[in-house]
């Protein structure tokens, strides 16, 4: 067996599973920072601040098709089913805040 494959071994032995993902994810990272860096010429604060953003995680979002209906009309019945609503960049596009999330949107 090689030194290499020894040292792997040793490392799955002593570490616990969880710290496994979590090497290799930050291993990953450093990887991905310097490839953005390289390409594309961020500073080192600007690539921070787009892994932070991959890493945090989406809000729930919904589109509305204003064929069918108006802005308007969504927001009052958003108001009526107790659903809060964040204004987003894209007009027709809304991150929702809802209690009972046993029905699928």
Do not use: C
């Amino acid at each position: 067996m090689s030194q290499l494959n020894t040292y792997i071994s040793l490392l799955f032995i002593l570490v616990p599973p969880r710290r496994w993902l979590y090497y290799l994810f930050f291993h990953e990272v450093s990887r991905f920072s310097e490839y953005l860096i390289k390409t594309f010429s961020f500073s080192s604060l600007e690539v921070e601040g787009i892994i932070e953003a991959m890493i945090r995680p989406i809000g729930k979002s919904i589109r509305i098709n204003t064929r069918k209906i108006t802005l308007e009309n969504f927001k009052l019945h958003a108001k009526e089913q107790g659903w809060i609503l964040t204004d987003t960049d894209i007009p027709e596009v809304f991150l929702i805040d809802r209690a009972d999330t046993s029905i699928a949107l």
